[in-house]
């Protein structure tokens, strides 16, 4: 495999503003992952950007909260992850799970797939829809996430396609929104997890599967990034990687992945408790290190210049048709411009924007991600054959 480019510019960190670094879309993005796995297991058609290797099975290992910074940062504890080849990607913006997971069900670039935040608008309904938790029965995932998935293109063209995860997700609207056409497999455990996937890596004469494990990033948002308990779950990530390139049946490639890297913001600000955040705003989306501010009628260019003046220096603040211009999102399907908020605060500081009565939730949570900076936008690439 050819290692994946380098991202452009790494950009501002906490001391830098500077323009943001836009994702590379096409170039070295997750959103490129799919279809070159796809173009590997001999699907027609299929632009093989990142030049993975021809072979009849594929395996992709989906780590919550892995970012490539972090793990650079702590190579002891996941020595089998150090030494596999291979390289970062560009998560895409926001950089944040169901994004991503969009991304990797499609490949397709955010604005394409639409699963565009945590919280985003639903058209026309003056309402919000949580993705993640996706408690709306009046929203059809299918709807909502239209593109085809990499597992239904699979099955297609004779593939046999399988999603290996816990079975809480099974059925839910973010898995009926991206892993519809796979089988599911549930799996409680590190060890059913590679049972599963060596089960399914058998099935057919081609096979294509995801694994996804979630505890890094529940552990990283409990306690932060930096934390000795997050080191720790690392090393149980390693073992997996390493116990499940050991399940691998001949003719299989195995690539590591993450859906986004994550900090641990110090400043917070509170977009209920502060007048000049608050004021003007008829609904808060996004999550605190992306919001989406949907503005009342007339109250835009207001809100605009109101967030802008109070984040300052520490965040991008820009109008949704700002952003879009500068391709934060990738190119946009027909109605997705309408599900993001009018304006757009991205921290690339130390700093979260919570809203202690719209999302109570925040109060107890350590690492965050969803920005345009390295730490969390960088998730890596890594590459183990069994020929």
Known sequence: MTAPPEPAPRGAGPSEAGPPPVPRYGAGALADLPFSVL???GVPGMPDTLGLPQLPRACVLIIDGLGWEQLRARPGHAP???SLAGGPLTAGFPATTVTSLGSLATGLP??????????VAVPGTGRLLNCLR????????????????IYELAAANGIAASYVAHGSYRGSGLSRATARGADYRAAGGLGQLVGQAGRALRAGDRSLVTVYHA??????????????DWAHQLRFVDLLARELTEALPAGTALYVTADHGM????????????PGLRDGVALLGGDARARYVYTEPGAHADVLASWRDILGDRAWV????EAVAEGWFGPLAAGMIERIGDVI???????????????PWLDGMVGMHGSLIPAEQLVPLLRVTNP
């Open 345 to 359: 605060a991205v921290p690339h500081g130390d700093l979260a924007i919570v809203a202690s009565h719209r999302e």
């Open 134 to 149: 996706w408690h709306d029965d009046t929203v059809d995932p299918a709807e909502f996430q239209p593109a085809p998935t």
């Open 110 to 119: 955010p604005g394409g797939h639409g699963l565009l935040g945590v919280q």
């Open 263 to 274: 900090v641990d913001p110090s400043e917070r600000i509170d977009a209920d408790a502060v």
């Open 39 to 41: 173009g590997a297991l």
């Open 215 to 228: 505890d890094l990033d529940s552990t990283g948002h409990r306690f932060g990034v930096r934390s000795d």
């Open 318 to 321: 820009r109008s949704r048709d």
């Open 80 to 82: 089998y992850l150090a």
